[in-house]
């Protein structure tokens, strides 16, 4: 501490620039103006000494003031510290618009007169460094580290380093750098407006009764289809009607409504249909708040065009400059451990026409092993090699001395029609080993709820997908691709420019020209995230028009 006193004495203009005045956040009478310009040099060292010590424990703030001469951010005199801490007052009164958690404002509202000395003004400045630097965090990149919530969700979050944050805030208007903080996607934006009119519809009562049926067809009338009537006219599904009978316009909305909520579009409101209509407000909230919390995490440049895989949705997409240009339905991870697709950012790299099928070894020793020692006939459609590359004959083999830990044979597939992977897949090296691909299972795709792989992503539509990724590269995409399909040889086709690919998990999606779409929690994700939210300080609310 000596040496740091020693330093500081040497910083004779600083203590001019400073003074006393730094000993009053809001410059209240009896307070730091009524000091005297003539305030030692130790009185101000003191300040400068305390920010040094609460700063000690924190590196970037450490780092931060040491660098910056230990001039105050927060604490000083003058319109210039006013307006960042009104800045900050305001940025923070507002967090529960953007779904976060309050935070105590107190050392920004209250009246400093308690102050005693420029060793507690400067505790106090660090403090409100730190508040500043939690909000920016927590509004930028999430309050919540993924991982921690669930294993699957193995995103990277694109963290903002906290000293340059605090450094480009000093050089910035303070309002519109605090306004520049959340995500600025499209996405955020809409899912902020959908909170706040589900706020102001929970005020209201919601969407009304519960609909009391197991199921309603076209034709059906009573007082359930009254219900059922009311309550899509309370959701945005109908115009105001007197009408008494489950007729087509009834129909219509019931359609519309299943394509918003990934259901089969039948017009009829049968269990699942009737079981997604009678969510509650309450619920749907729940899920924006955990949307806004996601976009939060994948807040970053996501690429000019980039791929984008929800597991929710099971759907994938190519986005090019903010359109969709290309869409397929997918499958996705079985719910069950080990299965569940992982959620994490890559690049797509390559495509493999007429691919073998290595088969991963937890399948081999999990699935495969049991089968082989009932019968080592059984699944025929895989050939067996030992580590040195060799094809091995079952016949050889006593498949019932090995265990799944010692097991030296690995399984594939040679490329057809009906390997497991298609006749296509799609490559993003990652230490999950997924990757996307064709499959011959085709019905699967008719399927309302698409959760069966092992954990990568099969597509109803590969060829199209191949074709959309090579367009870029290629003046016939189409017939390159069909001419290497064509001689049933393995062929890697390297992507010139890799595609960044997403693969997330959201269950309220806003829909560009308004309204949103919802999805079921399928691996039970979103509920871990809220609860996580909850114990943060997150709360859901009602808010009067």
Same mark, same amino acid.
């Given at each position: 501490m000596r040496i740091l006193f020693l330093r500081l004495k040497m910083i004779s203009l600083m203590a001019a620039l400073i003074g006393v005045a730094v000993?009053?956040?809001?410059?209240?009478?009896?307070?730091?103006?009524?000091?005297?310009?003539?305030?030692?040099q130790s009185e101000?060292?003191?300040?400068?000494?305390?920010?040094?010590?609460?700063?000690?424990?924190?590196?970037?703030?450490?780092?931060?003031?040491?660098?910056?001469?230990?001039?105050?951010?927060?604490?000083?005199?003058?319109?210039?510290?006013?307006?960042?801490?009104?800045?900050?007052?305001?940025?923070?009164?507002?967090?529960?618009?953007?779904?976060?958690?309050?935070?105590?404002?107190?050392?920004?509202?209250?009246?400093l007169r308690a102050v005693k000395s420029d060793r507690d003004l400067g505790r106090i400045e660090v403090e409100l460094s730190k508040l500043f630097l939690r909000y920016a965090r927590d509004i930028q990149t999430g309050i919540l580290t993924p991982a921690r919530v669930d294993a699957g969700i193995a995103r990277k979050v694109p963290l903002r380093g906290r000293k340059s944050v605090l450094a480009a805030f000093v050089k910035s208007s303070p309002a519109n750098f605090m306004r520049r903080l959340?995500?600025?996607?499209?996405?955020?934006?809409?899912?902020?407006?959908?909170?706040?009119?589900?706020?102001?519809?929970?005020?209201?009562?919601?969407w009304g009764q519960l609909i009391p049926a197991g199921a309603l067809k076209p034709g059906a009338t009573g007082n359930a289809v009254l219900i059922l009537r009311n309550r899509l006219i309370a959701m945005g599904y109908m115009r105001?009607?007197?009408?008494?009978?489950?007729?087509?316009?009834?129909?219509?909305?019931?359609?519309?409504?299943?394509?918003?909520?990934?259901?089969a579009v039948d017009g009829v409101a049968g269990k699942g249909t009737l079981g997604e209509l009678n969510v509650s407000v309450e619920q749907r909230l729940a899920s924006v708040l955990v949307a806004m919390e996601r976009e939060?995490?994948?807040?970053?440049?996501?690429?000019?065009?980039?791929?984008?895989?929800?597991?929710?949705?099971?759907?994938?997409?190519?986005? =090019?400059? #903010?359109? $969709?240009? +290309?869409?397929?339905?997918?499958?996705?991870?079985?719910? !069950?451990?080990? @299965?569940?697709?992982?959620?994490?950012?890559?690049?797509?790299e390559h495509m493999v026409i007429n691919p073998t099928w290595n088969v991963p070894r937890s399948i081999t020793v999990k699935e495969y092993l049991p089968q082989l020692q009932? =019968?080592? #006939?059984? $699944?025929? +459609?895989?050939?067996?090699?030992?580590?040195?590359?060799? !094809?091995?004959? @079952?016949?050889?083999?006593?498949?019932?001395?090995y265990t799944r830990a010692d097991f030296p044979f690995s399984l594939k597939q040679a490329p057809s029609g009906r390997n497991a992977l298609g006749l296509v897949k799609f490559m993003l090296p990652n230490r999950f080993n997924i990757y996307l691909h064709d499959t011959p299972a085709k019905s699967l795709f008719g399927r309302? @709820?698409?959760?069966?792989?092992?954990?990568?992503?099969?597509?109803?539509?590969?060829?199209?997908?191949?074709?959309?990724?090579?367009?870029?590269?290629?003046?016939?995409?189409?017939?390159?691709?069909?001419?290497?399909?064509?001689?049933?040889?393995?062929?890697?086709?390297?992507?010139k420019q890799h595609v960044p690919v997403h693969i997330i998990y959201r269950t309220a999606i806003s829909k560009p020209r308004g309204g949103m779409e919802y999805r079921r929690d399928v691996y039970g994700r979103d509920a871990k995230i809220f609860n996580a939210l909850q114990n943060a300080g997150v709360r859901i609310r009602a808010i009067n028009s």
């Open positions: 000993l009053s956040l809001n410059a209240q009478p009896g307070m730091a103006q009524s000091q005297s310009q003539s305030q030692s101000v060292t003191g300040f400068m000494q305390a920010v040094a010590e609460a700063a000690a424990g924190d590196k970037a703030l450490s780092v931060y003031y040491k660098e910056a001469g230990y001039q105050p951010v927060w604490t000083g005199r003058g319109g210039k510290f006013r307006s960042r801490r009104k800045a900050l007052l305001k940025a923070l009164n507002a967090s529960r618009d953007h779904g976060l958690p309050g935070y105590d404002v107190n050392l920004l509202k209250a009246n959340a995500p600025s996607s499209p996405e955020y934006a809409r899912l902020m407006k959908e909170k706040m009119k589900l706020e102001k519809l929970l005020a209201s009562g919601g105001r009607s007197a009408v008494a009978s489950y007729d087509g316009s009834i129909q219509t909305a019931v359609q519309t409504f299943q394509r918003d909520h990934g259901l939060r995490w994948i807040n970053m440049d996501l690429g000019k065009r980039y791929i984008w895989v929800n597991l929710a949705d099971f759907t994938t997409k190519i986005i =090019d400059d #903010g359109v $969709v240009t +290309f869409r397929t339905r997918s499958v996705v991870g079985k719910n !069950v451990p080990d @299965r569940r697709s992982p959620e994490f950012s890559d690049e797509m009932q =019968d080592p #006939g059984a $699944v025929s +459609f895989l050939d067996m090699y030992d580590r040195q590359g060799r !094809v091995v004959s @079952r016949s050889e083999v006593d498949f019932n001395q309302e @709820r698409r959760d069966f792989s092992h954990g990568c992503i099969r597509l109803a539509d590969p060829f199209g997908f191949a074709y959309a990724l090579l367009a870029p590269q290629s003046q016939d995409p189409e017939g390159e691709f069909q001419a290497l399909l064509r001689t049933g040889r393995e062929a890697v086709v390297p992507l």
